[in-house]
């Protein structure tokens, strides 16, 4: 008989598993096995809740974007007018989303977006959510916000790259001395 209430616990306990693996070994090439060993459960299990491998790395990455918005919106409407702004550059460097582990699955969830269609509608979402709520931050600072929320992405995915391929603890507080110089720079 299955214990009631337990689905969501193991879920989670999957999920956190999947980003502790794909953190450790820096790559997808783990197995349902070692996910579900690493939270304490058998691999059969794994399968019952998620179907795959795809599956339960797509249900860490929704976990991540999700952590991610509510880091976000916990910050806003932050304080005068680049308020938005540094809410989500703060929100994207915050310690519970730039953690080594979790860079990791950024970095992994990009390549597995080359080969899995819904990989590549789940970055596409974030990808447009980042790129509009730059856009409506930046609109009342500069007479060119599209381009600047366009450079913004690609340097916010830029410092993460750097992060993770760099040897030793993340530093949340230089990539977000990254970003602030460069927008320092634009936005004077």
Not at 46 to 70: C, E, N, P, V
Not at 137 to 149: F, G, K, S, V, Y
Not at 153 to 160: M, P, Q, S, T
């Amino acid at each position: 008989m299955p214990k009631l209430g337990a689905e969501p616990i193991r879920k989670a306990a999957l999920i956190n598993a999947t980003i502790a693996e794909v953190g450790r070994t820096g790559s997808l090439d783990v197995t349902v096995a070692q996910i579900a060993r690493a939270a304490g459960m058998s691999p059969a299990l794994a399968h019952h809740y998620f179907g795959s491998k795809d599956q339960i790395f797509l249900a860490a990455m929704r976990h991540i974007l999700a952590t991610y918005g509510a880091t976000v919106r916990g910050k806003l409407p932050g304080h005068g007018p680049r308020g938005r702004l540094d809410a989500i550059i703060a929100g994207s460097f915050e310690e519970q989303n730039f953690r080594r582990e979790v860079i990791s699955a950024w970095l992994n969830f990009y390549a597995l977006a080359l080969l899995n269609e819904q990989a590549a509608r789940l970055l596409r979402v974030y990808h447009h959510r980042l790129r509009s709520n730059l856009i409506v931050a930046l609109r009342p600072l500069t007479d060119r916000p599209e381009q600047i929320a366009r450079t913004l992405g690609a340097l916010i995915d830029g410092v993460y790259l750097r992060a993770v391929l760099t040897p030793g603890p993340t530093d949340s507080g230089a990539a977000t001395l990254i970003i602030n110089d460069y927008l320092d720079e634009v936005l004077a």
